[in-house]
């Protein structure tokens, strides 16, 4: 019968996490289903006025709105993505095999004919890139760098960010990669519960040639919407900067004060040679060596004691016993004293003891002993020989030096979009590189303020009403809310990243990993099980033991009801993964009521 459990249990494990399988099959069918809403939303949106999309005129180093001849600018990467060297998976490569398309959005069209770079591919490596006509040198300028990110089937793993790459000789478009230098990494960036917008620029260290990375302190939220999304960043000569999302100021500071690690080391470090001395005494408070344990203080005094003033209650029932047998248990028909012995009926509460205060022998509570002190301590006094805390002395810093214009940055040659995402259609637009906030503004006044508006109106005439407590991605999903669509999401989820990276669908979807390796581990125990009972001796028969025939026929109607309550859960399957789902759930259960059928009949 062991050999029977662990078998049922891997199988009923393996259904629940591949019964969405068979699902995929079916949800072409639920395509053709959809198909009729979509049509009721392209009439509501129909009526929504578009204006049409008209270059902009304005002037800066770097301004791409992807017209016409916007692959005369810009290049796919045909590079292999580099690994650390210092991770376990060193000897991989990735190649970036995403593939990029200019296309208008297909969701929340806000200007007609406009366009924008969109990735086309999940789950994949994506990189391109495209040199400025001249190099941009920021010394002792203002840098504005400004887009927008168009999220049209959200985001739940990715990044959606850009780079701004440094000026050199062997910049080629077609070798770009995440080992290619860059001064300035700006824009959003989303997986499970980080949510962010990177601002991170590398800096120079003066003394050793070396470029460090520098992260800006609490980074504000990415905004997640299918609207669009204005990104923008403003550093300043003074070493200010600002980070702007639609417009809105979200984070402010300096880069001398608000980025980690800080650009300047400290002029002071601790002189690692000095050693506190032996006779050092850093203890601040000692115990008073005049006190004395008090003589009345008895350390073995029990935290509790009997309540001596406590009376047994008048109506408690001395002579009764806490249970009785069952009086309405019979013994069964098919019960053989000789092979099963003799039969005992089961025991219930005594309703008795419920009418009164209590059944049997009374005995007082316990109550909180008043003489109870607990261990004796003696009190602490102030030390006379306390020195304070001790801290090596401070020497001058040998690494330090001071750079006051970081905001100087080193000179930038190209642009370029170096991401790995799990959702596809993510669009990028209207690019502004330059010097002047004024220009961005009027850039963002004659897209971003005429699209956003429209889109918001668009999404509000065209969404249902959204369903309560509903979450917006498998990484928010909770198991007791749904366990079967928990399982279906994730797993689609682990398979979709596994199929590009497994190490990476381990670490971002543990759930399912563990759960196949259980069944994986499962699967072996029978086997095992199997092998085992081949080769054994037959044991010795056990006489089984009878159960009572009122326990027997409340299995059976709990077997009954959850047949029936299963049976109600298939019908009510709304969509063709929640029915193969529910098949398997339907089967499973009375397979399992089966089994125990059997077992009872031993």
């Known amino acids: 019968m062991r050999f029977h459990a662990v078998l049922a249990s891997a199988l009923c494990s393996s259904a629940s996490l591949f019964g969405h399988v068979r699902a995929d099959e079916l949800d072409d069918l639920a395509a053709d289903s959809s198909t009729t809403s979509v049509a009721q939303s392209s009439t509501s949106t129909a009526s929504i006025d578009r204006p049409t999309f008209t270059p902009t005129t304005l002037k800066a180093p770097f301004l791409e709105q992807f017209t016409d001849d916007w692959d005369s600018r810009w290049s796919p990467s045909h590079a292999k993505k580099e690994q650390d060297k210092t991770s376990e998976k060193s000897d991989e490569e990735w190649a970036y095999v995403g593939e990029w ?65 440094k000026d050199s000789k062997a910049l080629h478009a077609e070798e770009f990669s995440n080992a290619s230098p ?32 520098k992260h800006v302190k609490s980074p504000p939220m990415a905004r997640i919407s299918k609207l669009t999304a204005l990104y923008t960043l403003i550093v300043k000569p003074d070493q200010t900067f600002e980070m702007k999302i639609d417009g809105a100021s979200v984070k402010n500071g300096t880069l001398l004060d608000d980025f980690m690690p800080a650009v300047n080391p400290p002029p002071q470090i601790d002189d690692l040679e000095d050693k ?18 008090p003589k009345d203080w008895d350390e073995d005094a029990p935290y509790e004691v009997v309540d001596e003033e406590a009376t047994k209650p008048s109506n408690w029932l001395d002579d009764e016993p806490t249970v009785i047998p069952d009086p309405e ?174 190490w990476q669908a381990v670490r971002f979807v543990p759930e399912i990993a563990a759960g196949l390796a259980a069944i994986a581990l499962a699967v072996i125990a029978t086997l095992v099980g199997v092998l085992s009972m081949g080769g054994a001796s037959t044991p010795a028969v056990t006489p089984a033991v009878k159960v009572p025939v009122s326990v027997k026929q409340a299995a059976e109607k709990d077997k009954e009801v959850a047949v029936e309550a299963t049976d109600q859960i298939f019908d009510g399957a709304t969509t063709g993964a929640e029915k193969v789902q529910a098949e398997v759930q339907r089967r499973t259960t009375r397979s399992s009521a089966v089994v125990v059928e059997k077992n009872e009949r031993i």
């Not at 002792?140 to 887009?147: A, E, I, M, S």
């Not at 300035?184 to 070396?210: E, L, R, S, W, Y």
């Not at 909180?368 to 306390?386: C, S, V």
């Not at 669009?427 to 010097?435: K, P, T």
């Open 182 to 213: 860059y001064v300035i990494m700006f824009g959003p960036d989303k997986c499970g519960a980080t949510n962010k917008v990177h601002f991170i620029f590398k800096h120079q260290n003066p003394k050793t040639g070396d470029y460090e990375e």
């Open 101 to 165: 398309a200019v296309e208008e959005p297909h969701t929340l069209k806000g200007i007609a004919g406009d366009k924008g770079l969109v990735v086309k591919q999940k789950a994949a490596h994506h990189a391109i890139s495209a040199k400025f006509p001249r190099t941009i040198d920021n010394t002792g300028k203002t840098l504005v760098v400004q887009y927008e990110v168009k999220l049209q089937n959200g985001l739940e793993c990715g990044g959606a960010y850009l780079k701004l790459l």
């Open 329 to 502: 248990a019979q013994k069964p028909e098919d019960w053989d004293d000789e092979e099963d012995g003799d039969w005992v009926p089961p025991t219930v509460p005594n309703p008795k003891c419920e009418d009164g205060a209590g059944c049997g022998e009374w005995k007082p509570p316990m109550t909180r002993n008043p003489a109870y002190k607990g261990k004796w301590t003696a009190a602490l006094i102030d030390n006379p020989a306390f020195k304070g805390a001790w801290a090596p002395r401070k020497i001058a810093n040998p690494a330090y030096f001071e750079d006051k214009t970081p905001a100087d940055f080193e000179p930038m040659g190209a642009i370029g979009f170096e991401i790995w995402t799990m959702q596809n259609d993510i669009l990028f637009d209207n690019i502004y590189i330059g010097h002047s906030i004024e220009d961005a503004e009027a850039l963002k006044a004659q897209t971003f303020d005429i699209k956003h508006p429209i889109e918001k109106k668009e999404e509000a005439s065209s969404m249902p009403e959204p369903a309560k407590d509903k979450a917006s991605s498998p990484m928010d999903l909770k198991f007791r809310d749904d366990p079967l669509h928990y399982v279906r999401e994730k797993f689609d989820l682990f398979v979709t990243i596994a199929r590009t990276n497994p």
């Open 276 to 293: 506190k001395p032996e006779d050092w005494v850093d203890q601040a408070k000692i115990a008073d060596p005049s006190a004395k344990k």
